[in-house]
Nanobody
Framework: VQLQAYGGGLVQPGGSLRLSCAASGSFFAIDAMGWYRQAPGKQRELVARITRNGYTNYADSVKGRFTISRDNAKNTVYLQMNSLKPEDTAAYSC??????????????WGQGTLVTVSS
């Protein structure tokens, strides 16, 4: 299963960006989808996660500013990031958990897309 993330870039503090990540390949279903980030010198952290039926959870640091959503028909997850702060600067990676046609579960990670918040 391949993941391709889009949407990173340079934005000023207070600005917005929208990340997207599409899953492709041969599989039966995508269950949970999520975004992680890793800033230089820091550990990777979960930003947001969404289940197939739409249940979401967020890191406390992004609650009220970020919104995760998904399009099950397109196997795509989105992360709308508003009111961005310099501390949001990081490489953002998407991840999915799903099942192959055999029923065997899998987990995949995509390459990170860099988000830089700076004036």
């Amino acid at each position: 299963v391949q993941l391709q993330a889009y949407g990173g870039g340079l934005v000023q503090p207070g600005g917005s960006l929208r990340l997207s990540c599409a899953a492709s390949g041969s599989f039966f279903a995508i269950d949970a989808m999520g975004w992680y980030r890793q800033a230089p010198g820091k550990q990777r952290e979960l930003v947001a996660r969404i289940t197939r039926n739409g249940y979401t959870n967020y890191a406390d640091s992004v609650k009220g500013r970020f919104t995760i959503s998904r399009d099950n028909a397109k196997n795509t997850v989105y992360l709308q990031m508003n009111s961005l702060k310099p501390e949001d600067t990081a490489a953002y990676s998407c991840t999915v958990d799903g099942r192959y046609n055999t029923g065997r579960p899998f987990g995949s990670w995509g390459q990170g897309t860099l988000v830089t918040v700076s004036s």
